[in-house]
């Protein structure tokens, strides 16, 4: 298998404890698996990292995050890559074409937004969700920030992996008392000191910490603050704070720390202090336990998921809470051996070995799913798509060609044509040997499609209109899925509107849904649809009598029996242009939507009561204050009476305050015209 990795986005010594987690998979992977590993970044970069083996393929930067992204996809398939990584907060190259995984360490910016700049905040918002829309797996650094990603990102809980951290390599490794003196004599290290090494983000809370060491100083006079670390953001206010409380000889900045160095510090130091607010895992409080070195810490996110009952805790907004906990720290020497001893076997938990072999087992898992590449003797189950037709020349072979270009080994494909006079039977006929297909005279849509279904053989069914498309790959995702799910009777997944070259509108508002979230809005986009062969057995075929929503009265008619699956995948899209069916008799489809709620709910939902009268009053003028406020009224009245007619009773409150708001809006333009008049 070949899996690359997306190194692009890294920048040494400057992101922290995901450069060394970063280093551990490409230092790990080919000790794993003997596997092809490609190592994708700039040429300056990847000088400065020891690949162990994986293969380095130096890219030149490009000018946007655009062009780096083509010129990434284009690299993808010309090394004909299995698996794609982008382990560094997000999905590079977003539509990527083969099975994909990206690493987002924490979702800090939901809970402290104002501790980032307006761009930076703008570019997490877009692309981390963007990036968990489009990969197949999301990897997070704790189960804390997995609960954050599943809930701010609303993503399938699946399809988030929590992989712990751990210290460098080199923590493991015994250093000689004589290095450990040298480094103090090398720093000028104070004789008792707790050690803080963070980069000054707001978010470390440097601040309240030396707000709650000014506090206790005085009791603690032996006891000195350390930080290392490069300055950000916050460096201006602590040094103001420090030379306005005269904390030079108490507090001291180190700087950056060589790697080498950092260990005999830790095990020069009386403890760790982690008053951070936020954290995605915590990694200096493994480098504390593997250098023995006892921690207080404060008692937020991920931090009692790392530290467990190795550490004294405080509350890190609370100034009395971290004075308190010093105190009792530096004071009870007791205290801090038993952490040193929980401390050594907490750290045992977390090994990057382990993190690097979860990784991989959860990259293969994706490509196993996404292609079926482990078992090439898989039973694919057959499966039909019907395509009704007619005079769909214009479209017809983009969407044959959607088809026939999944290279599915078990497909049945139909098209039943009603006759067209267009180009529509010589584009077929160009296929004839890939298809079967009928053209004759038939009662529209959903008779083509019915007498399709009677005519296939297939395990699994679907119909896709004649000016739809299939995303690549779709029809392997839902092979497997029903081979993993052998009870499951129906699944759909997520969908795009796209105009008539192709270009892409906007996603499909797909969501999962059941019976009774049917009833307001449709979230099932059709052409992602696919069900069992035996549904028909038990529930017929689609009802001849309808012309329109004949497909969501059987998504409702299916959802009354068995639950209808959700696939977080893209799998095909809807053709949007003015001259399609639904588009083009918005009223009749609409009014159609109504007897089918009428059928299967005791009441016509609000939604589609005003998104019917909306349909038949869209197409008028409303160019002149006049001619709007004339719609306005229209649209209430017309609506009152819609629900008085299909309901047999007075709209619910909720459309009674849209009233309320149109009403308003009808006298602003009164009053705007009386005014112009005057």
Not at 98 to 109: N, R
Not at 496 to 509: K, L, M, S, T, V
């Amino acid at each position: 298998m070949r899996i690359g990795i997306n190194l692009t986005d890294l920048i040494p010594g400057r992101i922290g404890g995901m450069e060394n987690y970063m280093r551990s998979l490409v230092h790990y992977f080919p000790k794993i698996e003997n596997d092809a590993y490609y190592a994708i970044g700039y040429k300056d970069i990847l000088n400065k990292i020891d690949l162990n083996g994986c293969i380095a393929v130096p890219i030149k930067p490009s000018a946007s995050r655009q062009s780096q992204s083509k010129l990434l996809r284009e690299l993808i398939v010309e090394s004909k890559l299995d698996i794609w990584l982008s382990p560094l907060l997000v999905l590079d190259p977003l539509d990527c074409p083969i099975p994909s995984a990206v690493t987002i360490p924490d979702m800090q910016h939901k809970y402290f937004p104002e501790f980032f700049d307006k761009n930076t905040l703008d570019w997490r918002e877009e692309y981390y969700q963007k990036s968990v829309d489009n990969a197949d797996v999301v990897f997070t650094l704790s189960n804390s920030s997995r609960q954050d990603i599943i809930r701010f990102l609303d993503v399938n809980p699946a399809k988030v992996k929590a992989i712990y951290l751990d210290s460098p390599e080199w923590f493991n490794r015994n250093i000689p008392p004589r290095r450990i003196k040298q480094v103090k004599d090398l720093y000028k290290l104070p004789k008792n000191f707790l050690y803080y090494p963070a980069n000054t983000w707001p978010h470390k809370n440097h601040l309240r910490l030396m707000e709650a060491y000014l506090r206790i100083k005085d009791k603690i006079p032996l006891t000195h603050l350390l930080f290392s670390g490069y300055q950000h953001h916050a460096s201006s206010e602590i040094t103001k704070f420090i030379k306005k409380n005269n904390l030079r000889n108490r507090v001291h900045f180190i700087g950056y720390v060589k790697t080498d160095d950092i260990q005999s510090i830790y095990k020069n130091a009386l403890g760790l202090i982690f008053p951070s607010l936020f954290e995605g895992f915590g990694i200096p409080i493994i480098e504390a336990f593997r250098s023995g070195c006892p921690v207080l810490c404060a008692n937020n996110t991920s931090i009692p998921e790392v530290a467990g009952n190795a550490a004294l805790y405080f509350d890190a907004l609370s100034i009395s809470s971290i004075a308190d906990a010093i105190a009792t720290f530096t004071k009870d020497q007791d205290l801090r051996l038993k952490l040193i001893t929980a401390g050594e076997i907490q750290a045992k938990k977390f090994s990057y070995e382990k993190t690097a072999h979860k990784t991989l087992n959860y990259l293969k898992e994706i490509a196993i799913k996404k292609t079926g590449m482990r078992n090439k003797k898989t039973t694919w189950p057959k499966i039909s798509i019907i395509t009704p037709s007619f005079n769909q020349g214009k479209y017809i072979e983009r969407t044959i060609k959607s088809v026939l270009k999944q290279n599915y080994p078990n497909l049945e494909y139909i098209v039943m044509d009603g006759g067209s006079i267009d180009n529509t039977l010589r584009i077929l006929k160009k296929y004839s040997k890939k298809l079967k297909y009928i053209s004759e005279n038939d009662k529209g849509q959903t008779d083509a499609i019915n007498k399709g279904l009677k005519m296939s053989t297939g395990e699994i069914i679907a119909y896709l209109n004649s000016d739809d498309t299939y995303e690549p790959d779709a029809l392997k995702k839902i092979a497997i899925f029903f081979i993993n799910n052998p009870k499951a009777k129906f699944v759909y997944g997520k969908g795009r509107h796209i105009g008539e070259n192709d270009e892409f509108i906007e996603d499909y508002p797909s969501e999962p849904t059941d019976y009774l979230r049917l009833h307001p809005t449709c979230a099932i986009c059709q052409p992602t649809a696919f069900w069992r062969r035996d549904l028909i057995d038990e529930l017929g075929y689609f009802d001849a009598e309808l012309k329109y929503a004949m497909d969501y009265d059987y998504w409702i008619r299916i959802s009354e029996k068995y639950p209808l699956n959700f696939l977080y995948e893209y799998l095909g899209n809807t053709r949007f242009y003015k001259d399609t069916k639904t588009s083009g008799q918005r009223p009749k489809v609409h009014r159609e939507i109504i007897d089918v709620q009428k059928k299967h709910y005791s009441k016509v939902h609000a939604n589609w009561i005003l998104a019917y009268v909306h349909a038949k009053l869209e197409k008028n003028d409303r160019s002149t204050i006049y001619k709007n406020t004339t719609f306005l009224i229209t649209l209430i009245l017309g609506s009152l009476y819609g629900f008085i007619k299909f309901n047999h009773e007075l709209p619910p409150l909720i459309v009674w305050k849209y009233y309320l708001i149109w009403t308003k809006e009808i006298f602003a333009f009164m009053k705007r015209k009386a005014y112009q008049t005057a």
